[in-house]
T-cell receptor, first 119, second 112 residues
């Protein structure tokens, strides 16, 4: 079974600075998808960024980028120019490939990292 | 376009009672999921479905049941509620296995 580990329960950053959130995963599959979700105090789950494992290029979305290291099974999220609105819990998630296998379509989350942004 | 709608938003149950958490999506998504999130913790998969009539267990299925008779609806049934089922429950859906999942607002359930 796939597992997703976020080793940083809490992180903090000064406004306008850069912070990196870590995520590692364990899988025997070669094709899969990775996601970062943000959960603010409103509880709503918001997609931040996604990465396809077959793509070597790291995904970016404005101030958010990832460092995807497939061999190391690592998928970190970098937030540049941090803003007060970035304060939230961040979840890393793994999705199994589309067809076949016992974990067909399953979406697995890490434990989450609480990010605090100081003004 | 409502997305994923969960009802109710809040509920208090007594030990031993039963209830159904409703989830509906209007995006014609074939994949649907139920998660629970305990305070300060991540999301644990309870059950998921890859299409109408097809469901499978996740990590923590004990004490829950699901059915998927239509593409739109994926209700979660709690039988004989226990305090350990106090949690926030999220329903999610996606189109196929390659796109991101869209989440409902969650249901906060307390069992006393």
């Amino acid at each position: 079974a796939q597992t997703v580990t976020q080793s940083q329960p809490e992180m903090s950053v000064q406004e306008a600075e850069t912070v990196t959130l870590s995520c590692t995963y364990d899988t025997s599959e070669s094709d899969y998808y990775l996601f970062w979700y943000k959960q603010p105090p409103s509880r709503q789950m918001i997609l931040v960024i996604r990465q396809e494992a077959y793509k070597q290029q790291n995904a970016t979305e404005n101030r958010f980028s990832v460092n995807f290291q497939k061999a190391a099974k690592s998928f970190s999220l970098k937030i540049s120019d941090s803003q007060l609105g970035d304060a939230a819990m961040y979840f890393c998630a793994y999705r199994s490939p589309n067809a076949g296998g016992t974990s067909y379509g399953k979406l697995t989350f890490g434990q989450g990292t609480i990010l605090t942004v100081h003004p | 376009n409502a997305g994923v709608t969960q009802t109710p938003k809040f509920r208090i149950l007594k030990i031993g009672q039963s209830m159904t958490l409703q989830c509906a999506q209007d995006m014609n998504h074939n994949y649907m999921y139920w998660y629970r999130q305990d305070p300060g913790m991540g999301l644990k998969l309870i059950y998921y479905s890859v299409g109408a009539g097809i469901t499978d267990k996740g990590e923590v299925p004990n004490g829950y049941n699901v059915s998927r008779s239509t593409t739109e609806d994926f209700p979660l049934r709690l039988e004989l509620a226990a305090p350990s089922q106090t949690s926030v429950y999220f329903c999610a859906s996606s189109y196929g296995g390659v796109t991101e999942a869209f989440f409902g607002q969650g249901t906060r359930l307390t069992v006393v």
